[in-house]
């Protein structure tokens, strides 16, 4: 499980790849949401190229890991990583949110069977999680081989039914639940202690009787230790706190909520790089890593 | 006169006919369900004797799962559990699921296509006393607006049963309408069930009426004396029970409507968006029919006994037979 330099090297190269995309796909789109997807986008490709069990030749294989998107906004970067991952080919992702496309504005499985549920409305996928792991205990036992992974994000748990959730993986006792909550401090209407404060939320969780880490949510060692440690707590549920920044590889981007559910190129705002720059910009960033190399596509 | 194609209780017009609450056949119900299938789970939310889905705990403890009262929750786990291939049966008053958790409902089930069964008791004014926050008149018309949703009210103890069973096989989202009240029972073991297909009760097939009454749920009752008494003045009478809200069997609505030229529609609901308003859309369509509606008018319902709040909102026999001398007139 641990991580060589080398793989290390591979997922950054790869996350920087996926990151791209995104723009890319948000850019064709004309509408569609930056900073999560962007954030998110180391923890995606350490799942889908470290941690999980699945096989993009065989999507619908039974003893694959499930992971569940709760906050379906953020599915450019599901759709990026798993395009990137060989589950369909990348030229497709530029059909995001168009008419007849796979690739709908939130994800729906009827479209997209390789999403585990059909998210967008916020604070249902944990909860879908949960009945997922209690299936399967039912079925397969606490030694069940396979661990149910659910992503939400942190504006999310103002949503109430999450606490239900919450308290229902405690009570069973879930060893095989592991949520990643996507704690990047903005939402719509601005920062999430503004809107609806969420500290000490790791305490929070605790207190619910969950096994919590808090990690930072770009270095791909901690994701992996985390979920390492994670997997071996087999009488409860896991959470980890996943420090991100939104809108993470495009400098104009990071930390600012105006970019939660904007893409780049569409509109003037205030205190950010002319419209007709900011696509530029953003790829350029991405593609010499911050200026640190040179990119052959300039 | 009573279709004897449909074996209905020889003592249905008796005085002393024997009353059991519906929501004791989903109780028994969903026992032989899970005895036939392995995958069939119950969940509830802190009412599960109110619901009788603790005869399924009983005989099923690894398969039940108890969610506290939060419906919300209830439901999407339920998806969550559909998605590993399990038939989850939810139970809570209807005013709670699907009332409470309509949007769970709707994007966790509906929109996914999962087969979770959700029952709602209690529903009607039938829960009577705990007044009008508990008293689900509005579940027909949420839950039949939802894509893939199966919608089914049934008339009886019996006739629970055996749609209990039956959507266990279905495959699709349902929602199961069951009343808390003791009920009449109407059928019986040889009553032909089939989700889909309505039941002409009372007159003859192929012969003319001069009335149809399209009714659902336990004011079935009341629609069959209604259609016994109204013999005595030379009223023809015919009774189509609809346990099936949707798919709406449209076949035995427009035969209805061809042999009768006038309805009548019966349901312990708001008049709008539950039967009434499906046949009406139905008909509307294809065969423009006088119709008069039994339903609650645009209200909430209050504390009282079933009885007084049934007469008081106007389904009983009195506004059900003014009704059919109403819509006689329209013809």
């Not at chain 1, 059909?118 to 606490?142: I, T």
């Not at chain 2, 020889?10 to 969903?30: A, N």
Request: proline fraction near 5%; glycine fraction near 10%; charged fraction near 20%.
């Amino acid at each position: 499980m641990d991580l060589t330099p080398g793989k290390v090297q591979f997922l950054k190269e790869k996350a920087n790849d996926i990151r791209i995309s995104i723009i890319e796909m948000l850019v064709a789109a004309g509408s569609g949401h930056s900073a999560g997807p962007l954030g998110m986008a180391d923890i995606f490709t350490t799942l889908y190229f470290h941690i999980l069990k699945h096989d993009s030749k065989n999507p619908f294989w039974e003893e694959r890991d499930r992971l569940i998107l709760s906050n379906g906004h953020i599915c450019p970067v599901m759709y990026a990583t798993m395009a990137h991952a060989g589950y369909f080919p990348k030229s497709e992702l530029l059909t995001l949110r168009k008419f007849k496309s796979r690739l709908q504005g939130h994800p729906h499985r009827e479209f997209y069977p390789y999403a585990e549920t059909s998210s967008g409305p916020l604070g249902a996928g944990l909860s879908q999680a949960v009945g997922m792991a209690l299936a399967d205990r039912m079925d397969n036992g606490v030694s069940s081989d396979r661990f149910f992974y659910c992503l939400v994000g942190d504006g999310e748990l103002n949503e109430g039914q999450n606490w239900e959730a919450i308290m229902l993986a405690a009570k069973e006792r879930l060893g095989k639940l592991i949520v990643f909550v996507d704690r990047n401090n903005i939402q719509i209407d601005g920062y999430t202690e503004d809107i609806m404060p969420l500290e000490s939320l790791s305490h929070k969780f605790e207190s619910f009787g969950w096994h919590t880490e808090e990690i930072d949510g770009h270095n791909f060692s901690s994701i992996v230790e985390a979920v390492g440690r994670a997997q071996a707590v087999f009488d409860g549920p896991s959470v980890i706190v996943a420090r991100t920044i939104p809108g993470k590889g495009v400098s104009y981007m990071e930390r600012d909520f105006k970019w939660h559910g904007a893409p780049p190129g569409i509109s003037d705002m205030k205190g950010e790089p002319p419209k007709a720059e900011q696509v530029k910009i953003a790829l350029h960033e991405l593609r010499t890593l911050g200026g640190q190399i040179k990119s052959e596509h300039e | 006169m009573k279709n004897s194609l449909q074996h209905l209780n020889p003592k249905i017009f008796d005085k002393d006919v024997e009353k059991v609450p519906i929501r004791k056949g989903f109780g028994e119900g969903l026992v032989l369900a899970g005895e036939a299938n392995s995958q069939v789970v119950g969940l509830c939310a802190d009412l599960t004797e109110s619901t009788q889905m603790h005869l399924f705990k009983a005989k099923f403890p690894e398969r039940f799962v108890e969610i506290g009262v939060a419906e919300q929750n209830l439901a999407s786990v339920a998806s969550g559990m559909a998605a590993m291939g399990k038939i989850p049966f939810i139970s809570s008053y209807a005013m709670f699921s699907p009332g409470r958790n309509w949007e769970q409902i709707r994007t966790t089930i509906c929109y996914n296509n999962r087969q979770v069964i959700i029952v709602g008791s209690h529903a009607g004014v039938s829960v009577g006393p705990d007044g009008g926050t508990h008293q689900a008149i509005e579940d027909l018309a949420i839950t039949r607006v939802i894509p893939n949703m199966t919608v089914i009210s049934v008339c009886d103890h019996i006739e629970a049963r055996k749609a209990t069973l039956a959507v266990a096989n279905l495959g699709t989202p349902v929602y199961l309408r069951l009343a808390r009240e003791k009920t009449a029972v109407i059928t019986t073991d040889e009553s032909p069930f089939e989700i889909g297909k309505a039941n002409l009760l009372y007159g003859t097939p192929d012969v003319k009426a001069d009335v149809g009454i399209v009714a659902t749920g336990a004011l079935v009752y009341k629609a069959l004396l209604v259609a016994e008494a109204l013999k005595k003045e030379k009223i023809s009478v015919k009774v189509l029970n609809v346990h099936t809200i949707k798919p709406l069997d449209e076949d035995a609505v427009l035969t209805l409507a061809k042999d009768c030229g006038a309805l009548v529609t019966v349901e312990e609901h708001q008049i709008t968006g539950g039967l009434g308003g499906a046949v009406a859309e139905y008909l509307a369509t294809v065969r423009p029919t006088p119709i008069e509606f039994i339903g609650v008018h645009n209200q909430f319902g209050q504390s009282g006994t079933p009885d007084e709040l049934i007469e008081y909102y106007g389904m009983g026999e009195f506004s059900i037979t003014n009704a059919v001398k109403a819509v006689l007139k329209r013809k």
